[in-house]
């Protein structure tokens, strides 16, 4: 039998700081910390093959942590590691007293995993139950097209388990073989209200993942031979799964009774349970309690050190990328829909190993078909499961891949909360919502994109820790404008979301025509009004544009704001030269382009007025376009008369 | 063996109507609806015990058409049935060919089912993929309330099975033995794009749903025998599934390949699949083609109509409330949170046994805790689940409850897709999400709610078919306003969304304050400019405000937006009497109160000034609120000194 004195010791020294660092911060999660010590123990003192000194090794085995509340077992034994925070550029080592820091407003020791914020050990934001085994596949995809042999120990609790993304990512990892995973189920039995389902046991957990595919191996989470055994087995075909049955606030009564879940120890109460711990070390033999020089040999040295490249990426000139995928006939005829220029702008973007893709069972609405035929060792299918999708993007960008994500922008409603959590990591992810707004008409309300404008915008003018915008928004128009806005997003460092439409559009744009952040095209000059708006609208636009002249008289202008952020001033400014008068389109529900504008304008001092035409109705199913923007009052007459309305009121 | 001879003529017939009417609205998905043309019939003609003729009876069986594209056997069957569709004020009975209007702007036959728009064979909308089985399982839930015998059958599709929601489904149906359901998933081995996976195989759904707990029957869907024999199969302590293998396009060869999904013939090919649909009828021997007349009889007699009654809740005086659930020492002292307020609120109501409440595990943080220990019965625990627990709540509130629905604010995002698919099917649920903005400190941006005032009022601004608000959204600032507001939900019809908060706050209002949809609170008269606020930063404000008397001798008012939609005609007139200055202040991301002030601002006459001080930075952990307020500089330093500001600009 192994010696485990010196681990031992070390799960009495990290479940003392546990408890102290908990009660220090007024608040935290010690009970569960508590029972992942040893496992944490074992992964970050012995098995993982990484070097706490260099976090940003993109070789190295990683941990990600599913159950974020669980963070302060991490957060010890990182400390007691001595690892590294903050950035390249900056590192700065930890101490064993560092972990006293947590949760306080000038630490990275956040109250759940955030590397954004300087804790380069995570490579994403976790907290929101559920997302992890997702994340982990992404970093395993990321690897194995590297050719690195590299494990990703994914920890998840019981309760979480019920989230369904967590089904999701089974799937996902046994579609692709994504056996650099090895997902740890931490059964302790408790949620926050209540003892866990029994749906969740252990034994439910065991035989819903054998069902799915998996190797499984259930053990005593507090066993060492148990725990090594497992974690270091070999590998087959499927991926393997440790059951690990825990006590929640192991070694610590006062914290396991079913109330103890997010709450620390008060300060009085903190004595016993280090005497309890202490006697715990006792009743282990050769332990010490608060031996904190205790070092733990690795079992395998560290890979040695990779970082991934960033930027300089380029889709070519937009001829040949659509001659490549078969559009020669549209380039020549300049009339093409957004969604298949965005599908050959991915497409030619490919020609760079960094650019990876991935779908919902949409590939061929959404166009990322052409990247899947044309590289398909890149090309991930999610299959109809959209939060795993985003999640697994999450993971292989942290690992220094570009991937670009595709769906129905409705159906990446159903992860937002995936979005949001990337946005929070500062995830460099590309989305990509098809169908966007109500030009796909007959399909109805629950295949639109409707709300995508006010929640990426909300993530849109946040800012991240490094100052950057949380997330920017690309708004093509037309074909060239989708194709370069594609080429600018793999460019840029940070999460984009592009909108684009199913029917085909004229060209706005010559095919040289340029674009960039924060700017916009003032596409028809006009002296009465200037209409503001975006993507399919602009060519509904162009329409009222053309009757407003022939029935009324009127000269309209019009900005494309292909972009969010976007230069509201100088938008203002060209309000200001059309008589002050400012008309906004969209083709969605209220909270994007409008809001930007007359939020600028509500503390602006040139007096403009703004007025816009948004979807105010739950739309229906129409044959065509033109009926389903009459049904929603956003068709040409409706255009027309808001303009006139406008123009009236301010003779 | 039975006679089958009338139900393989209905087929063929309903076969034939499903080709022409895509084809005639130029999109629909044939393929699928043909792959379900069996069971449908056999469910809609002759098992499900109900009236098409009374498609309100809240009594009868229900289908829920969970891959909601599907649905044109569905409208095929119900016109061929003579259904009735509309409103029970004006109910209107379809006829064999009312099927053609299929997407038509001004038809009920909508792309995907939606009841909202006068479609009430269906319960809610369907068409964004996973949600069916959880709505089932809401009406099953209901249906066992009421003491009735209901069956839901709930289809859902191969490829949609992949929707983690599906799981969750699964395990909530097991956890609260909601048997009504019958599930049945339609393995037509085809998706959008491609075959499904090998893990959305008949074999692997049913070997998954075994390990979750349920019983399995896999029958061929186009053999009468087996379907039957399934549908009518004896339920027992288990929920049943069964799993159909069906072809694609049944009957039509030119809509079985792989391509097929989503696309109706062109119009040349019809008559070739109809004389392939007559020959299918020929083959089976006795069925004769274009039988419109058939009639099939049903097995079961329909249930008595039932109506559910609406509104007139009352959760009496918030004394009494407070005191039911141990917080008489909060109601002397006139301090509490926003969310116990809620949870002593909901109890109180729960005294209607139309009132029930679901919540994910956290209700001893929402205080849906006080509702669960008091109507066990009445509480649906939902786990760490939050897209099932909203599909649920919808399928509880066609049933006639009034579902209140709690969970974080932040860990509600997770069903935003859900919420938006309520608001399409004008699903009458409660929404509560606690800990809402930045004031929850220390556990950091994975738990605190900041994009949910965007999405919120990108629906709260779009009208329903009836033209109500899509959602209202409740903003109680202290115990008062969160106990009203609760019992001016319950009764609303229609969704709305409620954000409660983390810590004690001094009452704002006296115990028989009253509150409104459309109204706010002007609780502090000043001149030189006007807050507008709402929630918890009502109580930094009110500190600003007394920091500004002090530090710079001005004197600014205080408007507590208590709801949304709110008059903000009225507010810009509250703020011209203050030197026309409007400062707004929110603890979440961009997109809430102060888009709406701006918005109403720039297409006013009355020239206010609006500047806001919203979250603009994506926060980190911080000890306590006011830490974390500063960190995002929404402290009341950052207060006064934007108020200071906007005042000596406008000097």
């Not at 929101?128 to 998840?156: E, P």
């Not at 008060?266 to 031996?291: R, T």
């Not at 739309?619 to 068709?635: F, I, Q, Y």
């Amino acid at each position: 039998m192994a010696d485990y004195r010196d681990l031992d010791r070390k799960v009495i020294q990290l479940g003392k700081q546990i408890v102290r660092m908990c009660t220090d911060a007024g608040s935290g999660h010690p009970s569960s910390a508590l029972s992942l010590v040893h496992i944490v123990s074992a992964l970050m003192y012995r098995v993982m093959r990484y070097d706490p000194k260099d976090p940003w090794n993109n070789a190295s085995d990683r941990l990600v942590l599913s159950e974020g509340h669980a963070v302060p077992v991490i957060y010890a034994a990182y400390c007691d590691l001595g690892g590294v925070v903050g950035s390249p550029e900056a590192p700065s080592e930890l101490r064993f007293d560092d972990a006293m820091t947590l949760r306080a407003a000038d630490s990275v020791l956040d109250g759940h995993p955030n590397p954004a914020i300087g804790f380069p050990f995570f490579d994403s934001a976790t907290g929101s139950l559920g997302q992890g085994l997702s994340i982990a596949a992404g970093l395993a995809a990321a690897a194995r097209l590297d050719g690195l042999d590299r494990k990703f120990y994914c920890i998840c609790g019981d309760g979480e388990a019920r989230e369904g993304q967590v089904a999701e990512a089974a799937d996902f990892i046994v579609d692709h073989k994504l056996t650099g995973v090895v997902a740890i189920f931490n059964c302790n039995g408790q949620a926050q209200n209540a003892y866990v389902s029994p749906q969740q046991s252990p034994d439910a957990i065991a035989a819903k993942l054998l069902a799915y595919g998996w190797d499984v191996r259930t053990i005593d989470g507090h066993n060492w031979e148990e725990i090594f055994g497992a974690l270091t087995a070999e590998i087959g075909e499927k991926p393997l799964a440790i059951i690990a049955r825990t006590v929640k606030g192991w070694g610590v009564s006062a914290l396991q009774d079913e109330n103890s879940h997010g709450k620390p120890l008060g300060a009085e109460m903190v004595e016993a349970a280090v005497a309890e711990l202490d006697a715990k070390a006792g009743e282990l033999g050769e332990a010490e309690a608060g031996a904190s020089d205790v070092r733990v040999a690795q079992l395998s040295a560290p890979q040695p050190a990779m970082r991934p490249a960033r930027g300089g990426f380029t889709a070519g000139a937009l001829a040949d990328a659509l001659k490549t995928v078969g559009l020669e006939k549209a380039f020549e005829d300049k009339i093409l829909s957004t969604r298949r220029a965005y599908g050959a702008a991915l497409n030619a973007l490919g020609a760079d190993e960094r650019i990876v893709a991935m779908d919902g069972d949409v590939r061929n609405s959404t166009f990322a078909i052409f990247f899947a035929d044309n590289h398909p060792q890149r090309y991930f299918e999610a299959r109809i499961a959209e939060q795993n999708m985003v999640s697994a993007a999450v993971g292989l960008a942290a690992a220094g891949k570009v991937p670009f994500v595709s769906s129905f922008a409705k159906f990446l409603v159903r992860a937002f909360d995936q979005v949001e959590m990337a946005a929070v990591g500062s995830a460099n992810i590309k989305l990509c919502g098809s169908h966007a707004g109500v030009s796909l008409a007959a399909d109805g309300p629950s295949q639109m994109g409707l709300t995508d404008m006010a929640f990426f915008r909300s993530l849109m003018r946040s800012r991240r820790a490094d100052g950057a915008p949380a997330c920017r928004i690309m708004l093509p128009s037309d074909a060239v404008s989708a194709f370069k806005l594609t080429e600018l997003m793999a460019n840029i460092d940070g999460m984009c979301y592009m909108r684009t439409h199913r029917p085909d559009v004229p060209f706005v744009y010559d095919e040289n025509e340029t674009f960039r952040m924060g700017g916009f095209k003032h596409i028809v000059d006009g002296e009465d009004l200037v209409i503001v708006t975006s993507g399919y609208m602009v060519h509904v636009a162009r329409r009222a544009i053309e009757a407003l002249e022939e029935q009324a008289g009127l000269s309209a202008g019009l900005i494309d704001v292909y972009s969010l952020p976007v230069e509201t001033d100088e938008i203002l400014r060209i309000g200001d030269d059309c008589r002050g008068q400012i008309l906004v389109l969209e083709d969605n529900y209220v909270g994007g382009i409008a809001d930007e504008i007359t939020a600028a304008a509500a503390c602006s001092d040139l007096g403009v007025m703004v007025d816009s035409l948004v979807l105010r109705s739950i739309p229906k199913s129409a044959r065509t376009p033109d009926e389903t923007l009459a049904l929603v009052h956003l068709g040409v007459p409706d255009i027309v008369s808001a303009a006139q309305k406008m123009f009236d009121q301010s003779e």
